[in-house]
């Protein structure tokens, strides 16, 4: 350390150093504000207060700038809402009774937020979560609330609990571990410690050393934890060691005390005075950390900001030394400490002054879904099953084959949808054929329905989507929806052996128009040029292609009635479709007829016509304003109840 740093920091250390916490941090009724959007700390507080049977949830409010309203969460099997509100001052003022604010804020606005809740008249206790907060901006908020008697816990802390009442965010962890160390049941055991992480190692000792020699019983032990609060890591923590031993000093419930200290700093010495004075006259059993700091050549920096030893004095052996010189018992290494605090047990319980007492069970606190189904123990059906593409894996793949394959073996449009449709790799004149559709119903003019909806909606001023999905909405039976109707009725009558004359017959006895036959322009004088090439693809690439065929027979008849009752785009696409699923000859009949029956290949017609639709819409943006005129013209008024003529 630099002459200056050490100068700085011996200015520091002479004006205040901490608060002296002098009230009951917290009990059974105590509730907090927490601030920023925790939501699992949240939760594991809420499970620790049910598992105890609390009233009331621990979390009053959240303070989370970006999203005031309510967090769902849960109370036991039910939901609950916690109020989310903009400031710290908003949450205090609605909340009065929440005297904890638990800061979740990163270092970098940790002081600001802080100061802010010290400034609450109904906030006493601040627990800071951050690491890294300048050391000056510490001491500034350790300042502040002494000066109001508040108390500040951290900064670099996991908080701490009041066993079977309230607890601080993640403080022990999950609450199978907090079932496991009796933490939801008051006990007699006061605990401190720098470090939050140890913390919980010690719940587990101390709870381990309560259990009764020789006894079988699972439900009879010694009180176990009262309070355990770890004051972090730094060179100046809000609240030290000794500050929280001399509060619990004076709790009659507490019996003895547990310290973990550690190399660097002289707040062990502190608690020798204490001891030393009387001030604590509870046993304290306490162990500093980091006595391996000697194997090392030189200064060694462990990984709290305060771990460093400057000079002799802040090694771990000399305040152990130390420790044990002023009447704490004193461990002869770490590994002791269980054996250590079980002595203390069994030394109080033999002066009476402490009873063994009936552990209850802790309220079983139910288990998350996600929890459950991680560990086995429960098994769910999915509502939603998808068999055509997998986004689990580092890469996404259609149909089982990898994007980066799909894009490398040029699948293209074709053979994407067949992936995705179809669940195959299609040969290259079936995906090329599918190519071709959506080439050729990619638009057909301003004229038609869809497009016509589109202009529409767009000169509306409706966005893209709502103009294109207008446009979508008509596609239907008579207007590119005919597909699966025809491919239907064209394979129902060819796999029945009709005849293009009984095919005719029969469906004008059925009342049903034929779809794919017929076009509102287009005619034998006035030939669609996409149903030329549907027809001579199929023609070449789909070997019989019986389906189309029969098609053109019928549009044989059909067109000696009415020139325009030619074989349309539809017809043409729905049954050359079939000719293809046949002639790819990895599809068998029955999965060719259920293809049909499904009703899915106007799909084509949709995804093609998309592609003109977002045309249209872009088209009108670029035209002005004043060419929408609404057709006013173009429309034969009935209201006039002369009628015409
Ligand atoms: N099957 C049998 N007879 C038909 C068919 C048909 N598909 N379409 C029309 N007719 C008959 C009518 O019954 C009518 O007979 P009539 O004079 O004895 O009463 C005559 O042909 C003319 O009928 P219109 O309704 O005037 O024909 P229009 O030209 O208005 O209709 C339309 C064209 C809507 C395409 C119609 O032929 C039809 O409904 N076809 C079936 C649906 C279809 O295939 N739609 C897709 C079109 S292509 C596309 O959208 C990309
Ligand atoms: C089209 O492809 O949009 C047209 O064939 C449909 C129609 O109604 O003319």
């Given at each position: 350390m630099s002459a200056l740093e050490k100068e700085v920091?011996?200015?520091?250390?002479?004006?205040?150093?901490?608060?002296?916490?002098?009230?009951?941090?917290?009990?059974?009724?105590?509730?907090?504000?927490?601030?920023?959007?925790?939501?699992?700390?949240?939760?594991?507080?809420?499970?620790?207060?049910?598992?105890?049977?609390?009233?009331?949830?621990?979390?009053?409010?959240?303070?989370?700038?970006?999203?005031?309203?309510?967090?769902?969460?849960?109370?036991?099997?039910?939901?609950?809402?916690?109020?989310?509100?903009?400031?710290?001052?908003?949450?205090?003022?609605?909340?009065?009774?929440?005297?904890?604010?638990?800061?979740?804020?990163?270092?970098?606005?940790?002081?600001?937020?802080?100061?802010?809740?010290?400034?609450?008249?109904?906030?006493?206790?601040?627990?800071?979560?951050?690491?890294?907060?300048?050391?000056?901006?510490?001491?500034?908020?350790?300042?502040?609330?002494?000066?109001?008697?508040?108390?500040?816990?951290?900064p670099a802390t996991v908080g701490g609990i009041k066993a079977g009442k309230f607890k601080i965010g993640n403080t022990a962890g999950s609450i199978e571990n907090i079932i496991d160390t009796r933490l939801y049941v008051p006990g007699c055991v006061g605990f401190v410690s720098k470090s939050g992480g140890m913390s919980n190692e010690l719940y587990n000792t101390i709870s381990m050393a309560c259990r009764i020699d020789g006894e079988q019983r699972d439900d009879l032990a010694y009180p176990a934890l009262n309070e355990g609060i770890a004051v972090g890591g730094d060179s100046f923590p809000g609240s030290t060691l000794c500050d929280h031993l001399l509060r619990m000093e004076k709790n009659p419930d507490i019996k003895f005390l547990v310290a973990l200290g550690e190399v660097g700093g002289d707040g062990e010495y502190k608690i020798c005075e204490a001891i030393k004075s009387g001030e604590i006259s509870k046993p304290v059993v306490m162990w500093v950390m980091g006595t391996c700091s000697t194997l090392f050549p030189g200064e060694v920096q462990f990984g709290h900001a305060g771990a460093r030893a400057d000079g002799e004095e802040e090694t771990a052996h000399a305040k152990n030394q130390a420790l044990k010189e002023a009447g704490a018992i004193v461990p002869n290494s770490f590994d002791d400490l269980g054996d250590v605090i079980k002595g203390v047990y069994k030394d109080l319980a033999a002066k009476k002054v402490i009873q063994p007492v009936e552990i209850p069970k802790a309220k079983v606190v139910p288990i998350d879904i996600s929890d459950a189904q991680k560990q086995g123990l429960i098994r769910k059906p999915t509502n939603f099953v998808s068999t055509i593409s997998d986004d689990r894996g580092e890469e996404l793949s259609y149909n089982g084959v990898p994007i980066s394959r799909v894009v490398s073996d040029g699948f293209g449009i074709g053979g994407t949808l067949g992936l995705l449709w179809f669940k195959r790799e299609l040969p290259k004149f079936a995906s090329d054929f599918l190519e071709l559709i959506l080439v050729l119903t990619a638009d057909h003019g301003p004229a038609v329905s869809g497009a016509h909806n589109t202009i529409v909606a767009a000169r509306a001023g409706k966005d893209l989507v709502s103009a294109v999905a207008s446009g979508m909405l008509t596609i239907g039976p008579r207007f590119g929806g005919a597909i699966d109707g025809a491919s239907q009725h064209f394979k129902h009558a060819v796999d029945n052996n009709m005849s293009p004359e009984e095919f005719i017959v029969d469906m004008k006895k059925k009342g049903i128009p034929i779809p794919g036959i017929g076009h509102r322009v287009k005619s034998l004088s006035n030939p669609d040029k996409r149903v030329e090439l549907l027809k001579d693809y199929a023609l070449t690439h789909f070997g019989s292609a019986k389906y189309i065929k029969f098609a053109m027979e019928v549009e044989q008849l059909t067109t000696k009635k009415k020139g325009n009752l030619i074989l349309n785009v539809d017809g043409a696409i729905g049954t050359s479709f079939i000719d293809m699923l046949q002639a790819a000859e990895s599809f068998d009949d029955e999965e060719i007829q259920k293809f049909v029956e499904l009703g899915f290949l106007n799909g084509l017609f949709l995804v093609g016509r998309c592609m003109g639709m977002v045309g249209h819409f872009m088209d009108q943006g670029n035209l002005s304003q004043s060419l929408y005129r609404h057709p006013w013209d173009d429309i034969t008024y009935m209201s006039d109840s002369s009628g015409p003529g």
């Open positions: 920091l011996e200015e520091l250390k002479s004006s205040e150093t901490s608060v002296k916490p002098d009230y009951e941090l917290f009990d059974e009724n105590t509730q907090a504000i927490v601030f920023n959007y925790q939501t699992k700390a949240i939760q594991r507080m809420l499970d620790f207060d049910y598992a105890c049977r609390r009233k009331t949830p621990s979390v009053a409010a959240i303070v989370y700038a970006s999203r005031p309203g309510y967090h769902k969460c849960f109370w036991g099997s039910e939901e609950i809402m916690i109020p989310i509100y903009r400031t710290t001052k908003e949450a205090a003022e609605k909340h009065k009774k929440a005297d904890v604010f638990i800061n979740f804020a990163s270092f970098r606005s940790s002081y600001e937020s802080s100061m802010e809740a010290l400034e609450q008249p109904t906030i006493r206790t601040v627990a800071i979560i951050a690491e890294g907060i300048p050391e000056r901006k510490a001491r500034k908020l350790v300042s502040a609330a002494a000066r109001m008697d508040k108390c500040v816990i951290g």
